[in-house]
């Protein structure tokens, strides 16, 4: 005989817990549902951190720029200062020689009603009514003109050095704002970096060790030699193999690329320019199969990475953040051209 017992109606507990479950199950069963996004792994997490570090350079480059830029303006504005104030106290000397002329005339009865005037509380007014020069004696007359010049000299200087600090302040800027994108790039790439074990770190810090190892062994192998000013610079930077990479260095104990390539010709005892742009018009440029060892080569489109051409296809150069100083093949990197120094 069939029970005509009611069912027992479940709880609110136990209705909240099935009602949880079938949604996670519909959620995971629908079309188009996507777990969390997998973890990249060790080769994209490289591919990843290069991307960065190239646009890390590009920013440290402008700043490297804007850098020499602050300094040379820094350097014109205090010679502008120092001869406004050397003008200032010519400028200064005749007028007070013209003083002594008026003394002069006051005490054997009278002085010049010309000369009086200019000696008034604003002589750069008289000064500029030329015809009153007429009135003056010929000594008079020559003291007056040199003000004149002396006024005209001080009002350009202190125009062109307004003007420069004006610059100035917007180079100061640019560098800040420069530095900024570039430590921003780098902490980037080193967040992406953290996102791998311990041992894939290490796994591809031992691949691009080796790399550099196998790279400076084939360099030896090669039997080009450099000559002159550009070997003696190659050989500089030769020391320099293991150096640390950090942006802004021009060394002696850790460069960026640019500071990598001055600094080795400096130890030659030429003096080259600070940023890639403007090395790249240092010396004469020439093609790939011109290069001699100790040439510069430039990389990428905008020329933003530099290094010395090491001989048998291989180039030392400060390579990144976690290469340092190090040997790599030319083919690792988009040539541009060289230049020979």
């Not at 402008?62 to 003008?87: F, H, M, P, T, Y």
């Not at 530099?306 to 048998?312: D, E, Q």
Request: some cysteine.
């Amino acid at each position: 005989m069939a029970s005509h017992r009611r069912p027992r109606q479940p709880n609110r507990a136990r209705v909240t817990v099935l009602t949880a479950t079938a949604a996670a199950a519909v959620a995971l069963s629908a079309p188009g549902a996507s777990a969390a996004p997998a973890k990249p792994g060790k080769d994209e997490v490289k591919a990843q951190v290069e991307k960065l570090y190239e646009e890390a350079e590009q920013a440290t480059e402008k700043a490297n720029g804007a850098k020499e830029r602050q300094e040379k303006l820094e350097k014109e504005i205090s010679q502008l200062q120092d001869r406004v104030a050397r003008g200032q106290a010519e400028l200064n000397e005749v007028r007070g020689r013209l003083g002594t002329m008026a003394t002069a005339q006051y005490r054997s009865g009278g002085i010049d009603p010309s000369l009086a005037l200019l000696l008034a509380d604003d002589p750069d007014e008289y000064l500029q009514k030329a015809s009153t020069l007429d009135q003056l004696s010929g000594k008079q007359v020559e003291a007056v003109q040199k003000i004149q010049a002396k006024q005209r000299s001080l009002a350009q200087q202190r125009q062109e050095a307004s003007g420069k600090l004006t610059d100035l302040d917007a180079t100061r800027k640019e560098l800040a704002e420069k530095k900024k994108a570039s430590q921003g790039k780098l902490a980037e790439a080193q967040k992406l970096l953290n996102t791998l074990t311990a041992g894939e770190r290490a796994q591809l810090k031992d691949e691009e060790t080796r790399a550099s190892r196998a790279d400076g062994e084939r360099v030896n192998l090669g039997n080009e030699k450099g000559s002159g000013r550009a070997a003696a610079a190659l050989a500089a930077a030769k020391t320099k193999v293991g150096s640390a990479y950090i942006s802004g260095y021009e060394g002696p104990n850790a460069f960026d690329c640019s500071g990598l390539v001055q600094w080795a010709y400096k130890q030659a005892g030429v003096s080259l320019s600070r940023t890639t742009y403007t090395q790249a018009n240092d010396g004469r440029r020439i093609g790939r199969s011109e290069l001699q060892p100790g040439d510069l080569v430039l990389f990428y489109s905008d020329l933003h990475h530099i290094g010395l051409y090491a001989g048998n296809g291989t180039v030392l150069h400060a390579s990144n953040p976690r290469g340092g100083v190090k040997y790599e093949s030319i083919n690792n990197m988009p040539f541009q051209f060289g230049v020979r120094v």
